[in-house]
């Protein structure tokens, strides 16, 4: 599959994407949620998958986020005011917009904090310096 996500690299918020061959190996994934299989029979895979990327890759990073504004949700202040978990509340809605996803009803900000109480401790600095088996959470 392709992992696509924001990154931290060099003080700068950037949009990645890469080739994964399993999910479980990854060293930064702290929640796999099924939002979706992706079922359309109107259009090619290639051609769903190409209308993903493209409006994955074309939401703003940094501490404009339509996440952060829209629910006064801060990013982790060490980058920037701005994290992964605030970008993808921007996907969701973003694909949700342009109907790559049903959402079933649900809001953004439901999914969001549905997801974010199945990732970890209410409050994650209490995290910081655990190791989880080759990662530490810094």
Not at 10 to 28: G, Y
Not at 53 to 74: C, D, F, H, W
Not at 94 to 118: C, N
Request: glycine share 10%; charged share 20%.
């Amino acid at each position: 599959g392709t992992l696509f996500h924001a990154t931290y690299v060099d003080s700068n918020w950037v949009f990645e994407k890469r080739v994964i061959k399993d999910v479980f190996t990854s060293k930064s994934l702290c929640l796999l949620f099924r939002i979706q299989t992706i079922t359309d029979v109107t259009t090619s895979l290639s051609e769903r998958y190409l209308k993903i990327e493209k409006v994955l890759s074309a939401i703003p990073l940094g501490t404009a986020s339509a996440e952060s504004i829209a629910s006064g949700k801060k990013g982790n202040p060490a980058l920037g005011g701005y994290d992964c978990v605030l970008w993808t509340g921007d996907a969701l809605r973003a694909l949700s917009k342009e109907g790559l996803i049903d959402l079933q009803g649900q809001s953004v900000d439901s999914v969001m904090d549905l997801a974010r109480s199945l990732a970890g401790p209410e409050d994650a600095k209490s995290m910081v310096g655990k190791d989880f088996g080759g990662l530490t959470i810094m």
